[in-house]
């Protein structure tokens, strides 16, 4: 199916989002801590929101350093 991984920051601003067609089971992202221009983000704390099929599955909290 259709998985979506967008990363927001805390204002709400989705500065990423990793759209893949996978097979179930458990699969890996790897976000380079750039926004959708290509540019670093900056330090802080992000939250990445994983759906699957139009169905979200799980919030996760992310510190970039």
Do not use: H, M
């Not at 893949?20 to 790897?30: F, K």
């Amino acid at each position: 199916g259709t998985a979506t991984v967008e990363i927001f920051n805390t204002n709400g601003t989705r500065v990423k989002t990793f759209t893949a067609n996978l097979p179930a089971g458990i699969q890996s992202v790897e976000w380079n801590a750039t926004n959708k221009e290509g540019s670093i983000v900056a330090p802080g704390t992000y939250i990445a929101n994983i759906s699957a099929d139009g169905r979200l599955l799980r919030s996760c909290k992310l510190l970039k350093l």
